[in-house]
């Protein structure tokens, strides 16, 4: 193992390097979280595909591979589909809004009315999104050196509350990078084969193995439909998502880099699944499906090719982390702790030199805020599919119809987007607690009445002030200034 030790504490020290490196770059806001909306497309789609495929799509698609067979890839396939469809339908207007939040596209197509509600819901997902991805150090780690659990999540926790803070997006969107790449090969060029060539091809595989393990649609068709409502809806909407696309260099940039990173997606999902079913195999007495990644890393790969498999898994956890890392600070602090403060912030362009570097200063230490909040919640919470699931239940029962509409229909008004959150987060929230946290009903009833309560509270209140038409539409033209909106009283 000693040489797997040395790949795998190369890596890491490159990942702490280039967020000193990082840090020389970020001198603005602007530079800070969102990489001085200046990535090309091979960076951007990498940077995507990196946030998007982390611990769940590695080690989770691996195991729902193990025990569902090539139908486990659906989970992934919905995230590569939401990833596909808010690339050529959403992003290039996304981009053009020059925001750095949600929230903030809220403000401006509603009237700056979108209030404090849809920012703690926002932040409550990318708090819950950071924990769960920070969790699963753990199980990396315990391969890797054999520590404990609580010693695995600070140390990988605090390595990506290091680079993040230090650098910002200038320094995830390095690491992210390394990352992808790190991925690409350890999962898709060698697992992939080498899992298998270890269970004697395709043909013994299918011998060994039911006829359902080879089924497209084994997993279950409401099964699927669940996956779509919450990964699919949750990629077009979700803040660690979004200030992603905020990087790009342009709205041609972000359609079709991102389409390349959702493609990319989708194989890697057909990966993970074909790995995990030549896992059943050769272990198909393995007492947890999340087992079958680290035990076939374990057991059937080489020296060396062991560590960067190993490396390539330690990446997925860290790119989705420090993303959700980000988002989460930089909704705290934008969206959360600025409103409350009742303070109006101008983008660096129009401030003097010193107030963009205190900007730089104030995200940076809530970066360093959460990541500690991250770090202890991950030690606190042992259930990672719950605390997932509730942060997309969230996400989507709360924002998603507010946001869509926003982009997609004239009428809808403030009323009708802070209804939509205030009933879809508590009926979400009331149904988990009757129904069961992993219930599929949750979700789909939670949607439905924030959409009603969004339709018929807009329809009952007057339309949204023309003149605030026309400046979302000019924004959404990319032809107004960037500013950041200034942000309603507290009580809104």
């Given at each position: 193992?000693?040489?797997?030790?040395?790949?795998?504490?190369?890596?890491?020290?490159?990942?702490?390097?280039?967020?000193w490196?990082?840090?020389r770059?970020?001198?603005?806001?602007?530079?800070?979280?969102?990489?001085?909306?200046r990535l090309?497309?091979?960076?951007?789609?990498?940077?995507m595909?990196?946030?998007?495929?982390?611990?769940?799509?590695?080690?989770?698609?691996?195991?729902?591979?193990?025990?569902y067979?090539?139908?486990g890839?659906?989970?992934?396939?919905?995230?590569?589909?939401?990833?596909?469809?808010?690339s050529?339908f959403?992003?290039?207007?996304?981009?053009?809004?020059?925001?750095?939040?949600?929230?903030e596209?809220?403000?401006l197509r509603?009237?700056?009315?979108?209030?404090v509600?849809?920012?703690?819901?926002?932040?409550a997902?990318?708090?819950?999104?950071?924990?769960?991805?920070t969790?699963?150090?753990?199980?990396?780690?315990?391969?890797?050196?054999?520590?404990?659990?609580?010693?695995?999540?600070?140390?990988?926790?605090?390595i990506?509350?290091?680079?993040?803070?230090?650098?910002?997006?200038?320094?995830?969107t390095?690491?992210?990078?390394?990352q992808?790449?790190?991925?690409?090969?350890?999962?898709?060029?060698?697992?992939?084969?080498?899992?298998?060539v270890?269970?004697?091809?395709?043909?013994?595989?299918?011998?060994?193995?039911?006829?359902?393990?080879?089924?497209?649609?084994?997993?279950?068709g409401?099964?699927i439909?669940?996956?779509?409502?919450?990964?699919?809806?949750?990629?077009?909407?979700?803040?660690?998502?979004?200030q992603?696309?905020?990087?790009?260099?342009?709205d041609?940039?972000?359609?079709?880099?991102?389409?390349?990173?959702?493609?990319?997606?989708?194989?890697?999902?057909?990966?993970g699944?074909?790995?995990?079913?030549?896992?059943?195999?050769?272990?198909?007495?393995?007492?947890?499906?999340?087992d079958?990644?680290?035990?076939?890393v374990?057991?059937?790969?080489p020296?060396?090719?062991?560590?960067?498999?190993?490396?390539?898994?330690?990446?997925?956890?860290?790119?989705?982390?420090?993303g959700?890392?980000?988002?989460?600070?930089?909704?705290?602090?934008?969206d959360?702790?600025?409103?409350?403060?009742?303070?109006?912030?101008?983008?660096?362009?129009?401030?003097?030199?010193?107030?963009?570097?205190?900007?730089?200063?104030?995200?940076?230490?809530?970066?360093?805020?959460?990541?500690?909040?991250?770090?202890?919640a991950?030690?606190?919470?042992?259930?990672?599919?719950?605390?997932?699931?509730?942060?997309?239940?969230?996400?989507?029962?709360?924002?998603?119809?507010?946001?869509?509409?926003?982009?997609?229909?004239?009428?809808?008004?403030?009323?009708?987007?802070?209804?939509?959150?205030?009933?879809?987060g508590?009926?979400?929230?009331?149904?988990?607690?009757?129904?069961?946290?992993?219930?599929?009903?949750?979700?789909?009833?939670?949607?439905?009445?924030?959409?009603?309560?969004?339709?018929?509270?807009?329809?009952?209140?007057?339309?949204?002030?023309?003149?605030?038409?026309?400046?979302?539409?000019?924004?959404?033209?990319?032809?107004?200034?960037?500013?950041?909106?200034?942000?309603?009283?507290a009580?809104?």
């Amino acid at each position: 193992m000693a040489v797997d030790y040395i790949v795998i504490v190369v890596y890491l020290a490159g990942m702490l390097a280039m967020g000193w490196w990082g840090m020389r770059r970020a001198k603005s806001k602007s530079e800070f979280l969102v990489a001085g909306r200046r990535l090309g497309p091979a960076m951007y789609s990498g940077t995507m595909a990196a946030i998007v495929l982390g611990g769940a799509s590695t080690i989770g698609g691996v195991g729902l591979g193990y025990q569902y067979g090539l139908s486990g890839a659906w989970m992934v396939i919905t995230i590569g589909l939401g990833l596909l469809a808010l690339s050529v339908f959403f992003s290039a207007r996304i981009a053009r809004l020059k925001v750095y939040t949600v929230s903030e596209m809220l403000d401006l197509r509603y009237g700056g009315k979108a209030g404090v509600i849809s920012g703690v819901v926002m932040w409550a997902y990318t708090l819950m999104l950071a924990v769960t991805s920070t969790i699963a150090y753990a199980t990396i780690f315990d391969v890797l050196f054999d520590v404990d659990r609580t010693l695995a999540i600070v140390l990988g926790g605090s390595i990506v509350v290091a680079y993040s803070t230090l650098g910002g997006m200038w320094s995830i969107t390095l690491t992210d990078m390394v990352q992808f790449v790190v991925k690409t090969i350890g999962v898709l060029l060698l697992l992939l084969p080498i899992a298998v060539v270890k269970a004697g091809g395709f043909s013994e595989m299918k011998a060994e193995l039911p006829t359902s393990y080879f089924d497209p649609l084994g997993v279950g068709g409401e099964t699927i439909f669940t996956y779509v409502l919450i990964y699919t809806f949750g990629m077009l909407i979700g803040q660690d998502i979004w200030q992603r696309v905020f990087t790009a260099r342009n709205d041609r940039t972000a359609k079709w880099g991102g389409t390349v990173a959702g493609t990319y997606c989708l194989a890697y999902a057909v990966a993970g699944a074909i790995i995990g079913t030549a896992a059943k195999v050769l272990y198909p007495e393995l007492g947890s499906p999340d087992d079958a990644f680290a035990t076939i890393v374990k057991d059937e790969l080489p020296v060396g090719v062991r560590g960067l498999v190993l490396a390539a898994a330690l990446a997925a956890v860290m790119s989705t982390s420090s993303g959700a890392l980000i988002a989460c600070a930089t909704v705290a602090n934008n969206d959360i702790w600025s409103r409350l403060r009742g303070v109006v912030k101008r983008s660096e362009e129009l401030s003097p030199e010193g107030e963009a570097h205190d900007e730089v200063k104030g995200n940076r230490a809530f970066i360093l805020l959460m990541g500690v909040a991250v770090i202890c919640a991950a030690i606190a919470v042992n259930d990672v599919v719950e605390a997932l699931t509730v942060a997309y239940n969230l996400l989507v029962g709360g924002l998603l119809v507010p946001i869509l509409g926003g982009l997609l229909w004239k009428r809808g008004t403030a009323q009708g987007a802070l209804a939509a959150v205030a009933v879809g987060g508590l009926a979400v929230i009331g149904l988990m607690a009757g129904y069961g946290v992993l219930a599929n009903e949750p979700v789909y009833y939670g949607l439905l009445a924030s959409l009603a309560a969004y339709v018929a509270v807009s329809l009952a209140t007057k339309p949204t002030d023309e003149a605030v038409l026309a400046a979302w539409r000019e924004r959404l033209a990319g032809r107004a200034p960037e500013t950041a909106p200034q942000p309603a009283p507290a009580h809104q």
